[in-house]
């Protein structure tokens, strides 16, 4: 029964995609048939479809197929239904999902639009649903039935296990395909109106919000495998990692470049171009995630044959939309060249440094499959090359994001901007001192780090005093300017964070007996105990460490290792003190005689990652919000 009311919910809303594609027939026609009772449905049968997976995967029923595959009785409830997007089928699922909720979001909730273009809108959003609902048909479907019932499944993966896998997927996701609506828009937009600024903003609230849950998707992906995996790490460069930070680019050059469309209107073809680019890179990572093609930690849901399909919907649609551009291009007429020394000019600047450092990333993640296609030889394009070049392309984005927003648009003096910031550079230098003073070690670009971080931070907030008037006007502030000010704080946090951890991180690997110690730092470490521990679908060993400093007791950590006896699969689970401003990890690794592995850090800085994280996250949602609810 669950299966088939899967299915038929997803043929209905296969058929209901297809016929509001359709109704782009009647756009010209002098009644416009509205659209929102066909995306409402589509949106309906779609949920319906999903948490008939979810219900299936609750109750265990191994009827079908991809319950059987991807789950177990003795699984825990949490992960029973975190499960659904755990595989290819339930994660193609919930992509749509979020694809149909950000049209039912437009139907309903966005008054600006007139009739005849929201209705352009939604129906080639309704055309990318169409496509991949068919997919999911013909190769992908969640809902196929096996005879004879299996008493058991065969579980999911441990890694994936996680209370990270109910958060970080789908804020993923919904930053992702949160870009189809922007080219939707775009698209919509050459039939339908001029690339002006009201364009412009129409579509910024929606790439607030799309580059907003990026952010925070990628944070708590980083914050996931930071505790799960065991090196102690947050970013590996991993193909995977790259999949999701590309379309983040995109989206961020596409959110500055749509400001200077909006408040000058320039830049057209160039916005344009960047909301193309921003969804085509979406679609790349998806078929990167799944083809198959790539070794990645990550990436649990691959299948090349279905790869193949899902390479075919990503040429349709980029190659479509970057034709059309080409073929348009003409009749869009731009604004006069733009001053360097301007805001606009900054702008630019920093869009070019976002591309550059997109391209850089996109070919270190691609070469070695097309070297392999060709020549049949395997590299690894590694830490090392990705650390170095978005170092130096980053160095000068960031000194220019500082005071950016304090440029005046069309055109400005630099001599009187530069002795507006002699108060930012002072503060930035005296800062970098006192890190140097407290705890200098490792490489000088360490010290960069700091200044980089300092000087955005000291900008942003000297930036926003003068706006201010020194807070007299503080009730006066527009909403958007406070939500940049606060991601670009964050921005600046991150920076630390990246600085201390990668730079400043003390690592040591030891073996240890019960009742022996390791010193870290400042800190004692003390192995009191080792224990076996039960789960329910898991066996495994729990070490103790009493945590001291100068002989005072801080806390007792608790690393793991756990064993899954179905999948025969070994996890880590890593134990964490954190002080904020630090960490304290330890990784508990395999037995060697009567002795255990240990991997210990000591993490300068690194807590300030997802603080600045999750502070970018709230300043796009606060320019969302008031983009979208303020009072006309």
Partial sequence: MIAIIGNISLICATLLSFYQFLNIRNINKVRVLNPDRTISLQFFFVLTAFFSLMYAYVVSDFSI??????????KPLLYKITGVWGNHEGSMLLWVLVLVFFGFLISKYDKRLDLPYKTLTLSFQSLITF????????????FIVISPVPINGQGLNPLLQDPGLAFHPPNLYIGYVGLSIVFSFTIARFYKGNFDASWAKLIKPWVLLSWSFLTLGISLGSWWAYYELGWGGFWFWDPVENASLMPWLCATALLHSTLVLEKRNAL?????????LSFSFSLIGTFLVRSGIITSVHAFASDPTRGVFILMICAFFIFSSFILLAKKAGSIKEEKLISPISKEGAIVFNNLLMIA???TIFIGTIYPIFLEIFTGDQISVGPPYFNLTATLIMIPAVLVMSFAPMINWKKDDLFGLLSRLKTVLFLSL?????????????PIIALVGIFLAAWLFFGTLFNFFEKTNYLKKLKDLNKTYLGMTVAHLGVAIFIAGITGSTLWKIEKIKTLKVGEKVLLNNYSLNFDKIK???GKNYIGHEAEFNLYKKNKFIKTLKPQKRFYPVQEFATTEAAIYSRGISDIYIAM????????LFRFHYSPLTPWIWIGSIMAFIGGILSFSHRMFKRK
């Fill in 589 to 596: 690794s395999e037995p060697v005689d009567d002795s255990w």
């Fill in 430 to 442: 005296l800062v970098t001192f006192i890190f140097f003073y407290i705890n200098f070690q490792g």
């Fill in 268 to 276: 057209k073809k160039w916005t344009i171009f960047l909301a193309f």
């Fill in 65 to 74: 197929l991809n319950v059987y595959q991807n789950s177990h009785t003795a």
């Fill in 532 to 534: 076996k521990i039960r």
């Fill in 131 to 142: 496509i991949f609902l068919l997919f999911i048909l013909l190769s992908s479907n969640p």
């Fill in 357 to 359: 450092l997109l391209l």
